[in-house]
């Protein structure tokens, strides 16, 4: 069946005109036949909608299972059931007004969508921030008050989808294999007198719609095919805690429970101010697995809103959870993201959350979601895990974020590594908790992104960067590596968030250089690029890496030492953790060199003999292959 585009993305259209009320927008605009769970939630939006007294249908194999009424007169929500329905157009009745609604033929079964996995190497970015399409448009029309200002840190500077698809050859280059985008929904807030935009896109205010100033949703699709025709993956970033201020939600709300807390829109005066009602969240994430944590505490984690601006959803609502499961399941079907990256997870209703992943994964088996998780100890991270022993009830999230690493990590690039705690004991002491995980295979790593320092923060400290660099892309985890450290980017937060989300060199018209180019780069933004280069591809396919079996040893003269190991082969990640030359001693890893007498390093292709000790520079990193 010849695919739908998304120039007919409202596909609903009217064909009764005389109808007593009026339907604004019915979400989603279209759906797919064949789903394994066949009921649909349509949201019909339209002043007075509710007082529709019968919706009908006579398409083969619906039914209306259930018509629900909000507090608000202006939504209605409908159940279909589709279990027999087959592609095609149906008719819908609002009592005397008819409605087209399509149902598409899905172009692969749900078994069939493979989403991301530690043999999968995420590069991360801003779409405002990354490159900039030739067609793009300084200004579009609807949207709230806005400015493209490249100089201010905090505003929007212009990127979008196809300034990113006119890059790919540049991913494939580096070796990436799968691209993580903050989030391209629209976000319609306007900016306000201190400077701040909505760029990052955590405040969504169309749920079904790319943000214009992104391009659209066709841009959206034909990115994600352009990418997959080169072998690169998409994973969507979405965010179920909250919505933007915009949302037309907010305004009307559809019940009174739509919103935590949200006694504080009803005194808000349509304006994102806060006022003594106003209840933001802690930020502190404890309480949603302490076993001793007060209903205060636990209130105002989960309860409380991000910002004044992000609004927080209610998931314990069953009707706004079935809203967002659905909105997910479009954009898989829609565009063919190949995982979902899931913005504050822990601040949303946990059992909420969980039907939501156990649905997904009864529809895709082998997709993946990567649930944002920030806490930095290894237990509280593993609690999330699906299958875990640790919680009482089951996540089913495949995926969470190592927050340990990223800490550990922080703090060991600035130290000597010790014979106890400092430097890269941090990491080994980190990865011996790995027994909580239900899958230490499954765990997404990294070393710096959008919200936090850069790994570089304000200096070029290379070997440090080498290092955690030979460490993400070796152990037993799925590495998300943040865009332009392969070319030697810093900054750190400490002013602004902007200072770490700086425009890619040469995405912007106007730039004096472009970073895509070898000639574009410093002499020492070159080495590192090959040398992170190199390192990606021997990854690529890598099935040591992927598969393999994880040894470390306890850092030994300053020396930490990873081997995997699958089927014969052995990769040996060799790190010296101190600012002074050291010898590492071969007979202490017999077990995993075993009678090899020589290894080619990856990273330089230089042979070592491993019938002696090994001689290492300060601050030296070595992946030995054999």
């Known amino acids: 069946m010849k695919r739908i585009l998304f120039l007919t993305f409202l596909t609903w259209q009217f064909i009764g005109m005389n109808a007593a009320v009026k339907i604004d927008k019915i979400e989603p605009a279209d759906w797919y036949a064949g789903m394994k769970n066949p009921t649909l939630q349509l949201m019909v939006y339209g002043k007075d909608i509710a007082a529709v007294k019968e919706v009908t249908t006579d398409y083969d194999g619906v ?19 589709l279990s027999a329905a087959r592609p095609g157009t149906m008719t819908l009745r609002f009592d005397k007004q008819k409605v087209s609604y399509v149902l598409k033929q899905r172009e692969k079964a749900g078994e069939e969508r493979i989403g991301f996995s530690n043999a999968d190497v995420l590069y991360m970015l801003m779409p405002d921030r990354f490159a900039q399409g030739a067609h793009h448009q300084q200004q579009i029309k609807g949207m709230n008050r806005y400015q493209e200002d490249r100089n201010a840190p905090s505003l929007r500077h212009g990127g979008d989808l ?10 494939k280059e580096l070796g990436v294999t799968a691209l993580w985008f903050t989030p391209v929904l629209e976000n319609n807030s306007p900016d306000n007198e201190q400077g701040y935009s ?10 079904y719609r790319v943000d214009p100033r992104f391009g659209t949703n066709d841009d959206y699709r034909r990115l994600a095919d352009e990418a997959h025709a080169k072998g690169l993956k998409i994973v969507m970033d979405m965010i179920f805690n909250h919505c933007g201020f915009e949302h037309p939600w907010v305004t009307d709300m559809p019940s009174k429970d739509w919103f935590n807390t949200p006694e504080w829109l009803k005194e808000s005066n349509g304006t994102s101010q806060p006022t003594k009602s106003f209840l933001q969240t802690s930020y502190k994430l404890t309480p949603v697995k302490d076993p001793y944590a007060s209903k205060i505490d636990l209130h105002e984690t989960v309860d409380g809103w991000f910002v004044p601006t992000m609004p927080d959803l209610n998931q314990r609502n069953p009707h706004v959870m079935t809203y967002l499961i659905q909105n997910s399941i479009w954009w898989i079907e829609t565009v063919g993201i190949d995982g979902i990256r899931m913005d504050t997870y822990p601040y949303a209703d946990a059992k909420g959350m969980a039907r939501w992943m156990k649905t997904l994964d009864e529809e895709y088996p082998h997709f993946n979601t990567v649930g944002e998780t920030w806490v930095t100890e290894p237990a509280y991270t593993a609690a999330w895990q699906k ?12 995926t969470v974020m190592d927050f340990s690493f990223f800490d550990k990590l922080s703090q060991a690039k600035k130290e000597e590594t010790d014979a106890w705690w400092q430097g890269l004991n941090r990491i080994y002491n980190s990865f011996v908790y790995d027994y909580l995980y239900p899958n230490p295979s499954s765990v997404m790593a990294f ?9 570089l923060e304000n200096g070029c400290d290379t070997l440090a960067l080498k290092q955690a660099l030979a460490l993400l892309m070796t152990v037993n985890r799925i590495p998300q590596l943040y865009y332009g450290t392969e070319i030697l980017m810093n900054g750190t937060k400490e002013v602004t968030d902007g200072h770490v989300r700086k425009d890619f060199p040469g995405g912007f018209p106007g730039d004096t250089r472009n970073a895509f180019t070898q000639e574009g780069l410093s002499k020492a933004e070159q080495q590192m690029f090959r040398w992170t280069s190199r390192l990606l591809h021997w990854r690529q396919g890598n099935e040591v890496i992927s598969k393999g079996r994880q040894i470390q040893f306890i850092p030994y003269n300053g020396i930490y030492v990873i081997a995997r190991q699958y089927q014969g082969h052995t990769a040996l990640t060799i790190l010296n953790g101190t600012s002074q030359a050291a010898t590492m001693q071969v007979k202490r890893y017999a077990e995993v ?4 007498k020589r290894a080619k390093d990856i990273l330089t292709g230089r042979y070592y003999d491993l019938s002696s000790d090994l001689s290492l520079r300060p601050r030296q990193s070595l992946i030995l292959d054999f």
């Open 593 to 596: 060199i075993g009678g090899v």
């Open 198 to 207: 909505t760029y990052h896109g955590y405040a969504t205010t169309d749920y």
């Open 63 to 81: 039914r209306v299972d259930s018509v629900v009424r909000l507090d608000s007169p202006n939504y209605l929500l409908v159940y279909l059931n």
């Open 447 to 455: 070393i710096d992104n959008h919200d936090t320092d850069r790994f």
């Open 387 to 398: 299958d875990s022993k640790l919680s009482e009830e089951n996540s089913y999230l495949k």
């Open 162 to 171: 196809e300034g990113i698809r006119e890059h790919l050859d540049y991913f």
